[in-house]
């Protein structure tokens, strides 16, 4: 049997202070993950250009432009698929990456993880500055997935310093980081993109400096300090009586861990989890097509929805969210966050007006900071406290698979088919994690036993 009490520092001054540098690390992986997406046209133009049509780059635009002209979409595609290529290369390195770190922090602690893969995360940006090549670029984005899967290490951390019943709330804060980076992510790399260090220095070329250069160091920055904090501020979460024994490799592999090793609710969980992030990433990467094919939308215009999304999204996971679980229960609160996004996806492919895609988004927004913290807090509830690092880092290893695997399913049916059946399609997989989701059970200790 193990205790339902915070698994926490020991002093209380330190929980603050955790929170506050997970917060960070978590905002700090999302701006990583999402500050190349206004750039991805302009560096497929850029790489063209510098390295013509041979080697690695001249290989994914041929293949490209063969599955353009096999969906139809013409030379349109072109440049929507290649960034969610790149977009998916990270994601994959962060599904295979995020159990081992959550396995190694589950045996050593959370801060010597977070320390190491931070600083990992900066070298990422360093080689990205320096990318004169596609090349070095592609292992750049390979290194940056790799340590981003640290956010498994982060969550687990967010489980130590929290009680069984406030769980869900931890799990909005994690959700409102998530929420502020997808806001600020694009926001940097579109506002930074404006700044050519060539412009003054061409003779920097000779190092590797590139158009993307500026955006990349603006990441670099926010990821040195993230570290230097860490170093300071952060204390471990994880007494060394509540850490695992070392566990075999095999056992970090998510695909092995899931099969063997997890108990019912949590493969459950996990399965919910992995279908709902594949339906709403190819929301998240299809909105802007959406909006410009039906709307006519400008880049501002653009700007201002995915705006509208993150404050949503914020406002949702950083306050409703710690209102309604402990009154409703995680699972409930899950059950009515997909049932909304279901209903949001509905609103968006039939959308007559911009004010109807603004209600669409509006749901499906609200739906998603209402689901995805319950859903942490369920799998973490369902999983024993000395293997929260491990169990959430799987769960959040197939959540980057889904981030890895929708945007290119989404790319493809949406210029195959159009953007109304392509999100009615999303609406109707939906329904599959909302009736899996029926079937979780309430977790001993959790809000729901109190609701």
Same mark, same amino acid.
């Given at each position: 049997?193990?205790?339902?009490?915070?698994?926490?520092?020991?002093?209380?001054?330190?929980?603050?202070?955790?929170?506050?540098?997970?917060?960070?690390?978590?905002?700090?992986?999302?701006?990583?993950?999402?500050?190349?997406?206004?750039?991805?046209?302009?560096?497929?133009?850029?790489?063209?250009?510098?390295?013509?049509?041979?080697?690695?780059?001249?290989?994914?635009?041929?293949?490209?432009?063969?599955?353009?002209?096999?969906?139809?979409? /013409?030379?349109?595609?072109?440049?929507? +698929? $290649? *960034? &969610?290529?790149?977009?998916?290369?990270? @994601?994959?390195?962060?599904? %295979?990456?995020?159990?081992?770190?959550?396995?190694?922090?589950?045996?050593?602690?959370?801060?010597?993880?977070?320390?190491?893969?931070?600083?990992?995360?900066?070298?990422?940006?360093?080689?990205?500055?320096?990318?004169?090549?596609? /090349?070095?670029?592609?292992?750049?984005? +390979? $290194? *940056? &997935?790799?340590?981003?899967?640290?956010? @498994?290490?982060?969550?687990? %951390?967010?489980?130590?310093?929290?009680?069984?019943?406030?769980?869900?709330?931890?799990?909005?804060?994690?959700?409102?980081?998530?929420?502020?980076?997808?806001?600020?992510?694009?926001?940097?790399?579109?506002?930074?993109?404006?700044?050519?260090?060539?412009?003054?220095?061409?003779?920097?070329?000779?190092?590797?400096?590139?158009?993307? @250069?500026?955006?990349?160091? %603006?990441?670099?920055?926010?990821?040195?300090?993230?570290?230097?904090?860490?170093?300071?501020?952060?204390?471990?979460?994880?007494?060394?009586?509540?850490?695992?024994?070392?566990?075999?490799?095999?056992?970090?592999?998510?695909?092995?861990?899931?099969?063997?090793?997890?108990?019912?609710?949590?493969?459950?969980?996990?399965?919910?989890?992995?279908?709902?992030?594949? %339906?709403?990433?190819?929301?998240?990467?299809?909105?802007?097509?959406?909006?410009?094919?039906?709307?006519?939308?400008?880049?501002?215009?653009?700007?201002?929805?995915?705006?509208?999304?993150?404050?949503?999204?914020?406002?949702?996971?950083?306050?409703?969210?710690?209102?309604?679980?402990?009154?409703?229960?995680?699972?409930?609160?899950?059950?009515?966050?997909?049932?909304?996004?279901?209903?949001?996806?509905?609103?968006?492919?039939?959308?007559?007006?911009?004010?109807?895609?603004?209600?669409?988004?509006?749901?499906?927004?609200?739906?998603?900071?209402?689901?995805?913290?319950?859903?942490?807090?369920?799998?973490?509830?369902?999983?024993?406290?000395?293997?929260?690092?491990?169990?959430?880092?799987?769960?959040?290893?197939?959540?980057?698979?889904?981030?890895?695997?929708?945007?290119?399913?989404?790319?493809?049916?949406?210029?195959?088919?159009?953007?109304?059946?392509?999100?009615?399609?999303?609406?109707?997989?939906?329904?599959?994690?909302?009736?899996?989701?029926?079937?979780?059970?309430?977790?001993?200790?959790?809000?729901?036993?109190?609701?």
């Amino acid at each position: 049997m193990h205790s339902d009490k915070p698994q926490s520092p020991p002093s209380p001054a330190g929980r603050p202070l955790s929170l506050g540098v997970i917060f960070l690390t978590l905002y700090i992986d999302l701006v990583g993950f999402s500050i190349i997406f206004p750039l991805f046209p302009e560096m497929l133009q850029y790489y063209l250009a510098h390295e013509g049509e041979a080697g690695l780059l001249g290989a994914l635009v041929r293949g490209i432009d063969h599955v353009a002209g096999w969906t139809g979409g /013409g030379d349109r595609f072109t440049p929507v +698929l $290649f *960034g &969610g290529i790149l977009g998916s290369l990270y @994601s994959l390195l962060q599904f %295979a990456f995020a159990p081992i770190w959550g396995g190694l922090s589950d045996r050593y602690g959370r801060r010597p993880v977070l320390l190491f893969t931070c600083a990992g995360t900066a070298v990422s940006y360093l080689l990205w500055t320096v990318s004169g090549s596609f /090349g070095l670029l592609v292992l750049a984005r +390979l $290194f *940056g &997935g790799a340590m981003s899967g640290n956010l @498994s290490v982060a969550t687990a %951390a967010v489980a130590d310093v929290t009680s069984r019943e406030n769980r869900a709330k931890g799990m909005g804060l994690v959700g409102a980081a998530f929420g502020l980076g997808f806001v600020t992510g694009p926001a940097i790399g579109g506002g930074m993109a404006h700044f050519n260090l060539l412009d003054n220095h061409p003779e920097w070329s000779a190092f590797g400096i590139n158009p993307f @250069s500026a955006p990349a160091l %603006a990441a670099l920055a926010l990821s040195t300090i993230n570290f230097v904090w860490i170093a300071l501020r952060f204390r471990e979460s994880l007494p060394p009586e509540n850490r695992a024994v070392a566990h075999p490799l095999a056992a970090r592999d998510p695909l092995k861990l899931l099969r063997l090793r997890m108990i019912g609710p949590v493969r459950r969980t996990v399965f919910v989890y992995f279908v709902f992030i594949f %339906a709403f990433s190819g929301l998240e990467f299809s909105l802007a097509f959406l909006a410009v094919e039906r709307f006519a939308f400008t880049p501002g215009q653009i700007t201002w929805l995915m705006i509208y999304i993150g404050v949503l999204l914020i406002l949702t996971q950083g306050g409703i969210v710690r209102r309604i679980v402990p009154r409703y229960g995680e699972r409930k609160v899950t059950l009515a966050g997909v049932a909304l996004v279901c209903a949001g996806f509905a609103a968006l492919s039939w959308a007559p007006t911009v004010g109807w895609l603004y209600f669409g988004l509006g749901l499906t927004s609200v739906g998603a900071g209402c689901a995805t913290p319950a859903l942490t807090a369920l799998v973490s509830l369902y999983a024993p406290a000395e293997r929260q690092g491990q169990v959430l880092g799987s769960f959040r290893a197939f959540g980057s698979l889904a981030r890895a695997l929708g945007p290119i399913a989404a790319a493809v049916v949406f210029w195959w088919v159009g953007s109304r059946i392509s999100y009615a399609a999303g609406g109707l997989v939906l329904i599959v994690p909302l009736v899996a989701a029926v079937r979780l059970p309430n977790p001993h200790g959790a809000s729901s036993d109190h609701s």
